[in-house]
């Protein structure tokens, strides 16, 4: 099974339940998926917290195939932001879920950056319909 890295704000109980939602539409049609806010951000009494889950994060895309991030909100969250660049600048697939109907105007639908690195994506089912052919590329 492919590996996707699910890379989204995790920072509000809608967002984590959200991204609990995503994680198992994508497990259901057939890949693995790594959710920082489970999978590494749930480090407790460790030193140095913030560089283990760092370090866990920065792992888990290097094993991914691809990275789906969730970029909705008046602009892209940081973090989020940070996963899809490195991914990008690894050669991954990167798809963009943006559900939200805010625009940039002219400017795009995001910042430029990011709408340039992702395969933008405005639903969930779209976006499962183009992760569908990769499970087997």
Known sequence: MKNVYLAAPLFSESERDFNHKLRDEIRNIGFNVFLP?????????VNHQQQVIFN????AIEKSD???AVIDGSDVDSGTA?????????GKPVLGLRT???TLGIEGTVN??????????TGVS????HLKPLRSA
Do not use: P, T
């Open 100 to 102: 939200d109907f805010r």
């Open 112 to 121: 430029l950056m990011i709408e340039c690195s992702v395969i933008l994506c």
């Open 82 to 90: 940070w996963e899809i660049g490195y991914a990008f600048a690894k």
């Open 37 to 45: 806010q489970e999978d590494s951000n749930n480090i407790k009494n």
């Open 66 to 68: 691809l990275l789906v």
């Open 56 to 59: 866990k994060n920065l792992a």
């Open 126 to 129: 779209e976006l499962l319909n």
